[in-house]
T-cell receptor
Framework: GAVVSQHPSWVICKSGTSVKIECRSL??????MFWYRQFPKQSLMLMAT?????????EQGVEKDKFLINHASLTLSTLTVTSAHPEDSSFYIC??????????FGPGTRLTVL | AQSVTQLDSQVPVFEEAPVELRCNYS??????LFWYVQYPNQGLQLLLK??????LVKGINGFEAEFNKSQTSFHLRKPSVHISDTAEYFC????????????????FGQGTILTVHP
């Protein structure tokens, strides 16, 4: 079946540094990937929609210059948290959409900013 | 725009008892509906989905849900729960897009923590 991976699964970084999170569709091509953020004990909130070869579409309130998204190939989208601060600590989950329109979620990346 | 409301933040239940997790949605257009399960520090696993057709949808692990358009609900049920069902459950809605069963970004409910006690 369709498998989506994320790397790293967890990361700890110092305040002010940048962190890159990868989302890969392992056995299918994904023209669209979605990035969600989940704060502790809260639901998933969509951050942005990533389309291969074009600029990402960000949800209202999400800073595009802080959360850089690149979808350079049909199997890889990256989310870079620039100048991370403790309030960016969260669980980041991606989903990838198959050509048939179904979405599959990655296992998530736990980001802790000290 | 659509919204999803899960009416119970926590549901405790004893093993082998039946359970129902409630979900209501609001949307000005038709939506697809989903239930996902999330175990601690893990991603989401799809339990079941409603796209069209029969309003009773059967999923994995013995779960089922019924789409009720008049009540705008999509409640999740299981007749007999196991300890291993302890997890957080999310109801979600997505707008259909052109081309068969495709759908766009998902809107999630707040989540319901199901705790199964021995």
């Amino acid at each position: 079946g369709a498998v989506v991976s994320q790397h790293p699964s967890w990361v700890i970084c110092k305040s002010g540094t940048s962190v890159k999170i990868e989302c890969r569709s392992l056995d299918f091509q994904a023209t669209t990937m979605f990035w969600y953020r989940q704060f502790p004990k809260q639901s998933l909130m969509l951050m942005a929609t990533s389309n291969e070869g074009s600029k990402a579409t960000y949800e209202q309130g999400v800073e595009k210059d802080k959360f850089l998204i690149n979808h350079a190939s049909l199997t890889l989208s990256t989310l870079t948290v620039t100048s991370a601060h403790p309030e960016d600590s969260s669980f980041y989950i991606c989903s990838a959409r198959t050509v048939f329109g179904e979405q599959f979620f990655g296992p998530g990346t736990r980001l802790t900013v000290l | 725009a659509q919204s999803v409301t899960q009416l119970d933040s926590q549901v405790p239940v004893f093993e082998e008892a039946p359970v129902e997790l409630r979900c209501n949605y609001s949307s000005s257009v038709s939506v697809y509906l989903f239930w996902y399960v999330q175990y601690p520090n893990q991603g989401l696993q799809l339990l079941l989905k409603y796209l069209s057709g029969s309003t009773l949808v059967k999923g994995i692990n013995g779960f089922e849900a019924e789409f009720n358009k008049s009540q705008t609900s999509f409640h999740l049920r299981k007749p007999s729960v196991h300890i291993s069902d302890t997890a957080e459950y999310f109801c979600a809605a997505g707008r259909p897009e052109a081309g068969g069963t495709s759908y766009g970004k998902l809107t999630f409910g707040q989540g319901t923590i199901l705790t199964v006690h021995p």
